[in-house]
């Protein structure tokens, strides 16, 4: 896996696709892997002809933690110097959940380094839910105790819908895959509770949606806590032009258990706007 190094982190990023086709940068979200958007976002963004890009956040083995506490600006600086390292002048940029606000503080502020933008189960007034649960991970990373495995898992399973939950075998299926993983560790797990909490928490949250001028992708999931629909509606409606799409039946983690239905509606948006782009 190759890496990049900045100023104060060492990040291990995957390229998929065709190296001339335009450039997808998918952003992940908290504690979230990058290999988990080749389950379906990537493969199906690679047959639609782009050059995919994936990377680890600050935190996320392979890529390196640096000291606690991180920023979401901290890694929209990392996710800029990635495309700097990759020559990539304009891309469009893709964030889940955390990655989401990334995506987001990136096409508002560098608006000339975004060719459109979509913020997957994110970008939403927060909930109380949202800062509860927050504030409750960032306190566990503080005590850095040595949780069982099955806990991480648990949380995971949190986000599916209700009715999945009361089925003993998707249920047992995912355990099966995922009851037995490795304890993510410190300081990555505290580094990144802390920028999510920061973001959170701060009365200024949702100031640079008016904004954002690049074209806009507001996707939401019909089950999803952390981001509910109501509230990324809200959102959806004070920035210019910005496109929202509900998939049903979905949950927080769509991009992953629905990958290719995310990646369908991803691929019609980018289509869309390189259309409108044209003379």
Known sequence: MPTVTLHDVTLAYDEFGDAAGDPVLLIAGCGQPAVAWQVGVVPALAASGYRVVTYDNRGVAPSSSPPAPYSVDAMVGDALGLLDRLQIPVAYVVGHSMGGWVAETIAARHPERVRAAAFLGSC???????????????????????????????????YFPIEDLQDDSLVDTFLSFMGDQEPWPNPGRLGQYEACLAWSTNPKHGNAWSQITV????????????????????????????????????SHLAPFT???????????FFRATSDAASP
């Open 124 to 158: 939403n007034p927060p909930t109380s839910w949202e800062k509860a649960i927050t504030t409750v991970e960032r306190d566990l990373a503080r005590l850095d105790y040595d949780l069982p495995p099955l806990f991480y898992a648990t949380e995971t399973l949190r």
């Open 215 to 250: 074209p806009c992708l507001i996707m939401a999931y019909e089950h999803d806590v952390d981001s509910p629909p109501v509230r990324a509606q809200e959102a959806a409606a004070t920035i210019a032009g910005a496109r929202y799409v509900e998939i049903a039946g979905t």
């Open 258 to 268: 629905h990958g290719a239905a995310v990646a369908e509606v991803l691929v019609e």
